[in-house]
Each structure stands twice: as C-alpha cells, then as structure tokens.
C-alpha cells in the first residue's frame, strides 16, 4: 500500500513539473522567463536556442511517464507487507525477519508476517486483514509437536500473550481463560479454590488453545480426552465474525470446533469444567508381558490413571497406577484453602517411586539419598561410562532420560546396540519400583525425554464394562502391543524405550481420535462406536539426541520408513493422534487422511466460516518446553 501511495505521488510531481518543460513537442520556457521588456532589456530564452535541451525535453516526455506506469505496475503485481487497514494497536501490525524452530528442532519456519497479539481485538484485526488480503495465517504456541501443521513461511501468530485467567467460579467448578494460558498457570491458580482439572498430559507447559483443539489427553478408562472438559469457546473466524460456542449456542458447531485444529477459526476464550481438588497416590513397578496379561483388566478397572510403559528387547513393563488417596476437596474461596504446593512425597513406609515426571527428578532428589540414587542409576551410567568414553564426574548430574539420550547417540540406529541401552533402562526401573503421593498436576506427568519424532495412535478396544472384565474382555490393546514388539524385532527397527501405553473414554468431539462416532475421520471410522468405548493410546518414539544434521535426517529416514509396521499395515482400526502426526515429513502418513471429507459436517461448517482462507489457519499444540507428549 505504501508503494502505491509513493508512486503515485512521484508520478503526480514528475507530471506537473514536465508540463513546464514541454509544449506540443517543442520546449517550452521556464516560468521565471519573460517574453515582454524590462527596465534591464529583453531576456534571452535559453531553451530556444539549444537543440540538445529540445531533445532532452522530448525524451523526458516520452520517457517519465512510461518509467513511472512500469513502477507502478510493479508495486500492484509485487504488493509489500503494509496492511491495508489502520493498525489500532503496534501488536496488530506484523513482524519480519522472525526464525521459529519447534521444539524437537524437526521443524522450521521463516515467516513473512509474524503476530504476536496481546488481546481480543488485535487478534480480530489480524483475522479480518488477512481474510481481506487473502493471506495464509497459522497460528502457534510454543511449538512442542513434532509436525509442522502450526509452521508457515507466509504468516504465523503466536497467542502467548492472550494468556489471563480471567474468571474462576467455586460454585459451578467452572474457569475461564484465554487460548494462551498454560497448563501449570491454572493448576496453580485453581487450586486454592479446592479445584484441578479433570486430568493432565505428560507436561504442563501446553497453551489450553491447543491442548485442546487437538484433543490432548492424559490416562484413565473412565476420564476423556481434555476435549471434553470444555463448556464453552470464543471463536474469531474470517467470514463468520466473532462467535460464542457452547452446548446451547450452536452445539453442532461447538462440538466440531472443539477439536477443530484450528481449520474453523481462532480460539481465542475457553471455558474448562473442572473437578474438585483430590489427592493421588501412584505406585510405579516392573512386570512380565505375562503378568500383565493376566491382570490387566482388574488393573483396568481398578486404576483410576493406568500407564504402561513397554521396554523393547525385553520383558518388562513398567506399571504406573495412581488412586485417590481419599476424598475430595470441596470448592470454596482461597482464603479457606491452603493446598500444598511442595514437591510429591514418599509414602510413609514404602520406597519412593522414580516416576520420570517431567519435574519429579529434583522433586526426586530431595527424597532419595545419593546413595540409593546412585544405585538406580548404575545400569545407565555404568554401560555408558564403558563405552562413551567419559569418566563418572562427567555424567553424575545427569537424570535417567539424558543418560538414555547419551547412551542412543553413541549409535542409535544399531538394534543390538539399542537392545543393550532398553535393558539398562529396564534394569533401572526394576531398581527404582515405588510410591509417590501428590497433586494430580504433580502426579500424571513424565518425562517423556528429549527431542524426538512421535508416532501416536488411539486403538478403539470395545465397551467399558467388556473390557475391564477379566472373562469377557479380548483384550485388544495387548495384542496389538504383542504384534508391534514382535514385527519391531522382525524388521530390525531399533526402537528405544518406552513404547508408552494408555487408556481415555471417548469424546463426544467429532475429529477427535476417540470419537464416538463416524463423522469427522473419513473411512478410517467405519461403523459407529458406542459413547462407552475405551480407546488405547500407544506413543511410538524416535528420539533424536544428536546435533549432527546428518544424523538427525538418517534417524528421520529410519523412523520414516518403520511407520508402516508402526500401523500394523493397518490391520486394526487405528485413529492417529493429532498433535504428533499432522503434516509430518513421514511417507506413511495419508494427507487424505487429514483432509475433511466433502459432504460432512465438518466440511459444510468449514465452507462457511473460511471464506475460503480458513483452510491456511491451523493450531499446532501450543506446549512449551519439554518432549512431545501428551
């Protein structure tokens, strides 16, 4: 806009001063010339007695006016960055020259325009110019997930800013914020209302945008995905406006954009129904494939949060079961609560579990004795000290996952040499069996390790009550953990530990993974599923713990190549998790797959509110700093 508006000031300049240089072709005097006398005697026109100056006049004429249309002509085919509206705010005017890199490093974009909001009305301006320039926007939190369905070389909007919590009710238990408010953030602030949210992902770093447009979830046969704790959203779109969605304003709209990936608009408010405040005990061990067969549906039934963590090459499995302590708190203002906020416990009497929470290993620490430290970690540091070629003085700070990452970088496409890393790793679980009591915020995360590419799928398993009884269930979800660790070894894959497993309800949001129900996903869901059906979460990873860019991309070929067996060829009816499997590099991935299908809901809503650049606006999970991982 600038460049039209110079062009066509210079061209108006150049016009009016060129028409005191010409006259039908000849040169014309300048205007401080006069043809009458004066008292000092005629004036000579210089002008008429030059033939160069004739000429020079000539050319100019031709010339200008033909350079200026080129100009011009330029700037509407080659238009700059300069919105066409009136920016009310510096934070609806874009950035340039911005780098963002995701944080597995899998991941990266340059931007053209980068916007960083701070409030409703600057992201409403910014959706409305880009829907008037026809200009692509995606928007980003922190950049967690290994896709790159948030990433865009054109335009990308962070919604760090738009991070208050801006109400919290007791009495409904119901809490209002805006997209950019992290996990950890409410937790926090719910607590001393005696409330928590109903359940939490490995981290607690997610923006609540993204956590749950994508339909985010932790663990437990009878809790949901994170979806389904929303009550209410505010949605800005590029030809529908501003729009209010719950369960009574447009509940067909409201449930399709609760898992919506950003393609039905910008999620800028969310209303989350939380839970009353409970204690929870975990207890973490190690069993057999057969032990775990055998008791997996009581484990199922009886475990309100059950993870599992498979450990490839060998026979173990890490149990992660986790209980209320008692009952819960009952909700009332904060000055009548004082929740603890110190790091999880030991429980009294039994040894302190090593859960591998993301920020349980100094939580971790203060309870444990070195000694005892030391001793659990002896596998990992012994195997790496024999061949990393580094003293113990070099490595005594490092916590279990960077001593994994240490061990896989000496040569992580090795299967032999990947199988003697899992049998470290196992033997320190064995060493590090035990019970830890804290919040649910403290006590359903992990740590799920270091930069890496992440393969997750939801396995629908059948009924709830068939599949937590031991003579009825046909359990589903091991079999198919059975075929994967045995085609894994088959087809040489060195897969790392864990292979980490767990359990939700369904979702009543149509493009969530574990939908109850057909509209949304296209032919991978091919018959309705009852609103009881349990689904099984299995997260495939290839870490990635070297710098080296040659490395990294054989690792990315490697992990690339293996996605087939990772989907069984498809043998069962797998859903692929959102965050972790968007627009990734991987060849198995079908980019149909991810494409609404014409004809359905979601494809008639996204007619209407894209205007038809809705399409370029997409959520990637907004999670900050830690793994990719629910």
């Not at 995701?102 to 909001?117: D, L, M, V």
């Not at 991987?586 to 004809?599: N, V």
Request: include cysteine; hydrophobic fraction near 40%; proline fraction near 7%.
């Amino acid at each position: 806009m600038a460049t039209h508006q110079a062009a066509g000031r210079l061209l108006q300049l150049i016009s009016r001063n060129a028409n005191h240089w010409t006259t039908h072709g000849r040169a014309a005097k300048p205007r401080w010339f006069s043809n009458g006398s004066s008292t000092q005697g005629p004036v000579v026109d210089p002008e008429a007695q030059s033939s160069a100056r004739q000429r020079f006049g000539r050319m100019l004429a031709v010339l200008l006016p033909s350079s200026m249309a080129a100009v011009l002509a330029y700037g509407f085919m080659n238009p700059d960055d300069q919105p066409l509206f009136s920016a009310a705010s510096p934070r609806q005017v874009p950035v340039s020259g911005e780098s963002v890199v995701n944080w597995s490093a899998t991941h990266a974009a340059h931007p053209k325009r980068y916007y960083q909001p701070e409030n409703q009305e600057d992201v409403e301006a910014i959706v409305a110019d880009c829907a008037a320039t026809k200009r692509k926007l995606r928007v980003v939190g922190s950049g967690l997930s290994p896709n790159g369905v948030g990433f865009s070389d054109e335009g990308m909007m962070s919604m760090a800013l738009l991070d208050k919590i801006l109400w919290i009710n007791p009495d409904t238990q119901q809490v209002r914020v805006e997209a950019g408010c992290r996990v950890q953030q409410l937790a926090d602030a719910l607590k001393p209302y005696g409330l928590s949210l109903q359940n939490f992902a490995s981290i607690r770093e997610q923006q609540i945008g993204g956590y749950t447009q994508v339909s985010a979830h932790g663990t437990g046969a009878t809790v949901p995905p994170v979806d389904e704790q929303v009550v209410a959203l505010k949605l800005v779109t590029p030809a529908g406006g501003v729009l209010e969605l719950s369960a009574d304003r447009n509940a067909e709209l409201f449930k399709l954009a609760r898992v919506g990936l950003g393609c039905l608009g910008v999620v800028t408010e969310v209303t989350l129904q939380a839970v009353p405040l409970q204690t929870l005990h975990e207890k973490t061990f190690v069993a057999s494939a057969h032990k775990v067969a055998r008791n997996h549906a009581s484990w199922l039934r009886n475990s309100k949060h059950l993870r599992y963590m498979w450990l490839p090459f060998t026979d173990s499995v890490v149990v992660v079961q986790v209980n209320p302590t008692g009952p819960p708190a009952k909700p009332s203002k904060p000055q009548s609560l004082q929740p603890s906020n110190g790091p999880a416990t030991a429980v009294a009497g039994e040894q302190p579990g090593a859960s591998m929470s993301a920020y349980g290993d100094v939580e971790q620490a203060e309870q444990v004795d070195e000694r005892t430290l030391a001793h659990r970690l002896e596998p990992l540091r012994g195997l790496l000290i024999k061949h990393g070629g580094v003293t113990h003085q070099q490595i005594a700070d490092l916590s279990a996952p960077e001593l994994r990452d240490a061990l896989l970088v000496l040569n992580p496409l090795d299967q032999p040499w990947v199988k003697q890393v899992n049998r470290a790793e196992a033997e320190f679980w064995k060493r590090s069996s035990g019970a830890r009591i804290g919040t649910p915020d403290q006590i359903l995360g992990f740590d799920c390790g270091g930069q890496q590419w992440v393969l997750e799928v939801a396995v629908p398993i059948g009924r709830y009550n068939r599949v937590t009884s031991s003579w009825r269930s046909k359990s589903t979800d091991l079999a198919y953990m059975r075929e994967l660790l045995q085609l894994i070894e088959a087809a040489d894959i060195p897969a790392p530990s864990p292979i980490e497993q767990r359990w939700t309800a369904s979702s009543s949001s149509p493009m969530s993974p574990a939908a109850a129900g057909t509209e949304g996903l296209g032919a991978d869901r091919s018959k309705t599923l009852p609103a009881d059906t349990v689904h099984s979460w299995v997260g495939i990873i290839m870490y990635l713990p070297t710098d080296d860019a040659e490395q990294r991309q054989a690792i990315t070929n490697r992990y690339a190549c293996a996605g087939r067996v990772y989907l069984l060829d498809d043998k069962l009816t797998l859903h692929r998790a959102w965050p972790y499997n968007l627009c990734c590099q991987q060849t198995y991935l079908d980019a149909a797959y991810i494409t609404p299908k014409a004809g359905s809901t979601f494809y008639t809503q996204l007619s209407k509110l894209s205007d038809s650049v809705c399409t370029s606006i997409s959520y990637q999970m907004m999670v900050g700093v830690c793994a990719p991982s629910h």
